[in-house]
């Protein structure tokens, strides 16, 4: 009788250590998507205020749509890390933007911009850049106005190999880096244009290419994106507001949820 007992107290045991296995949550695997960093890079900052409107600077604009971006990206892809390369108003050298990108292993590098031009108030819409060879005088014009933020740092000619942000000659070099990454980081600015289309009803310029400083040494796909002119009283009006600043955030969250789905499968 006892060994009877003993019997049924150890079967019993057994099933209630097996259904408590089975109750258990399973193991979270690690997980297997292509996109799990993501650094969003604010342009300019601190002693930089980038391009200007009548009342707003491209730093403010950029950050606003920058910390927006990040916010929606955490709620909707609680999974997915998210880095900024600055979050206040602070400088940060070109150079290190990358490199923050690079020592963090992301996979996917967005740097949020906004154009300008002197010569029409009425230019407007976004562009979308890829590191690439620049095809037009305007594209060469949005490289060497971006990279001519290095003049304000110290030693920046020893830091970039002495290339200089004024010689059409050193933006065709810089075209051939980032060859390694070209078709996703056209994938995702494919995809940041036509939401910026369908999502915002803004007019698009489309995807552009050109040698940008801030994606040259880039160890992932990237993209700059100009969100709009702050040459033009309209869309500054639109960037410079809560509304307008979330609808560009939002469409640039699509384009990024839409990537991360493509290159998922």
């Known amino acids: 009788m006892l060994k009877v007992l003993k019997l049924v107290f150890v079967a019993s045991s057994l099933l209630v250590s097996l259904a408590f296995v089975f109750k258990q949550e399973p193991v979270a695997s690690k997980s297997s998507s292509k996109v799990n960093t993501v650094v969003i890079d604010a342009g300019h900052g601190g002693k930089d205020p980038g391009t200007r409107g009548r009342t707003t600077k491209e730093k403010d604009v950029a950050l606003s749509v920058a ?3 990040g916010r929606k990206i955490k709620e909707e892809t609680p999974d997915v890390k998210v880095l900024f390369t600055r979050s206040t108003d602070v400088f940060i050298e070109l150079g290190e933007r990358s490199a923050f990108a690079n020592r963090n292993n992301a ?3 967005i740097s949020i911009h906004c154009n300008a031009t002197p010569r029409s108030r009425s230019v407007r819409g976004t562009e979308t850049f890829v590191m690439g060879l620049h095809k037009t005088e ?4 949005v490289a060497k106005r971006e990279n001519s933020v290095i003049l304000q740092e110290t030693n920046y000619k020893q830091k970039y190999k002495g290339f200089d942000p004024n010689s059409p000659l ?3 070099m810089l075209a051939n880096y980032q060859s390694a990454f070209i078709s996703s980081s056209l994938r995702l600015a494919d995809l940041v244009e036509k939401k910026f289309k369908s ?3 803004r007019e698009s310029r489309g995807v552009k290419q050109a040698g940008f400083l801030v994606l040259w040494r880039c160890a992932m796909p990237s993209v700059l ?3 709009g002119f702050l040459s033009s009283p309209d869309e500054e009006d639109y960037l410079s507001s809560e509304d307008g ?6 469409s640039i969250h699509q384009a990024f ?3 991360k789905k493509d290159m998922d499968r």
């Open 245 to 250: 600043q979330e609808e560009v955030a939002e």
């Open 257 to 259: 949820m839409a990537y």
């Open 199 to 201: 999502v915002s009803d």
């Open 225 to 227: 994106i100009e969100t």
């Open 170 to 172: 050193a933006h065709i």
């Open 107 to 109: 996979d996917l590098f």
């Open 67 to 69: 910390l927006e971006l």
């Open 138 to 141: 305007g594209n060469l014009e």
